[in-house]
């Protein structure tokens, strides 16, 4: 509706932003697109007095569903949904990894660095791979590392299976004619069988579709013990073939642009990446000194072939006791920090979603430190937002998304 007074023109939030993060975000990324606005008294609705590139606005906002009548394509993309979760659009649900972004928020941040389609992030601890899809999405280029190999095998998933759809469409009936040779049969013959399936696929990015699917099943059995595996992984290698197929045919309705993205399995406290290549970094450090990856991903660590407590030495925060653990947590991530540092432009932005473990009750300041190193190491602060934490407990209540420019 038009405000005749001063030419304000509404536009509306995005249909499931709830929290006060979302909030302060939407504004961000109006900012970010040199927008005037005005709020309502309802924080549901934003006055604008003029969008200039309105086009480009309308295929990068996270948290504005239309602008000035037309719809933004953040609504085709949230609309290829099929799971539970408003936040589980096409391939962003594979795999039940603890701990995940909120897709909107990291597409708001990146939107806030102005970092542009042909560019490259970073996301040094790239988890599930939420950064580098949205990143993928924007026409952004992405490098993610993680030591972990779930981490990196699901996130290589994520975002290149959409290259690859007609060859795992192919092997998912073969493989469905196989298993169902094996009514009947003993689910641990059953598992095995599957296993020797998966590994003797020829293409590396079919076999790596499928060898997620089947640790979909796994954790499947872990947390419903009756859950019969054979079915697990078919259902789940079918939902994953429907939503690649929803991400390729988005792809090709809206002609986008994808990015580069490049997944691998390493340390951060050493990266691969000359110094000065990256436009923007946006990451969650692990919070292993509240949360033992290690052991919450035992069941696919393992059916990777990995052994638990040799790798257990390869993981931040994870090693030692008491204070050691934690002192020895600190000084990885002075490390990590530092070859951010390294990689990242001047004048650039490096985004840290962090927050405070309570260990024994007494909180370990993770985000102070973090702050002090990089105001130490030439940056400047320019947004601290608190986001609450849901499903932590007590260990942790909120977390920082810290948002910092790179000044020298």
């Known amino acids: 509706m038009n405000d005749s007074r001063n030419n304000f023109k509404n536009i509306e939030l995005f249909w499931n932003v709830q929290f006060i993060y979302e909030l302060v975000l939407a504004q961000l990324e109006l900012q970010s697109f040199d927008v005037e606005y005005k709020v309502s008294e309802d924080f549901r609705n934003f006055s604008v007095k003029e969008i200039t590139n309105l086009e480009q606005f309308l295929s990068r906002t996270a948290y504005f569903g239309s602008a000035l009548s037309r719809s933004s394509l953040y609504n085709d993309i949230t609309s290829k949904n099929i799971t539970r979760s408003i936040n589980q659009y096409l391939t962003h649900w594979f795999y039940p990894y603890k701990g995940k972004f909120h897709p909107q928020m990291i597409r708001a941040l990146i939107n806030y660095m102005k970092v542009k389609e042909g560019e490259t992030i970073l996301d040094p601890f790239v988890g599930s791979g939420t950064a580098a899809l949205e990143a993928q999405l924007l026409g952004i280029n992405c490098i993610g590392v993680d030591v972990s190999e779930v981490c990196s095998l699901i996130s290589q998933v994520k975002t290149n299976s959409i290259y690859y759809i007609d060859d795992i469409i192919y092997n998912q009936i073969e493989i469905e004619e196989e298993l169902g ?20 696929i020829e ?20 947390r419903r013990r009756k859950k019969d595996f054979r079915k697990s992984f078919l259902k789940n290698s079918a939902k994953m073939i429907t939503s690649v197929s929803d991400y390729a045919d988005l792809q090709k309705n ?5 990015g580069k993205v490049d997944i691998y399995k390493g340390d951060s406290r050493e990266l691969k990446l000359n110094s000065n290549s990256i436009d923007g970094i946006v990451s969650s450090p692990p919070y292993s000194i509240a949360l033992d990856y290690v052991e919450n ?37 002075e490390k990590i920090y530092l070859e ?23 909180e370990i300041k993770t985000v102070e430190m973090t702050i002090n190193q990089f105001q130490n190491m030439g940056y400047k602060l320019e947004r601290n937002i608190d986001k609450i934490i849901f499903g932590l407990y007590n260990i942790m209540q909120k977390e920082n998304i810290l948002i910092f420019k790179k000044e020298r």
């Open 297 to 333: 991903d035992k069941h696919a660590l393992s059916a990777l072939g990995h052994d638990i407590e040799i790798i257990r030495n390869d993981f931040i925060g994870v090693r030692g006791k008491g204070k050691n653990k934690i002192s020895s947590y600190n000084k990885d991530m």
């Open 181 to 200: 040779k094996l009514q009947g049969h003993q689910e641990e013959e059953i598992s095995t069988k599957i296993s020797q399936i998966t590994s003797s």
């Open 340 to 362: 951010m540092d390294r990689v990242l432009k001047k004048d650039k932005y490096c985004v840290i979603i962090i927050g405070n473990a309570r260990i024994n009750k007494e």
């Open 254 to 258: 809206h002609k986008l642009k994808l």
């Open 203 to 222: 293409k590396p990015e079919v076999r790596n579709f499928f060898k997620v699917s089947e640790l979909i099943a796994h954790s499947d059995k872990i």
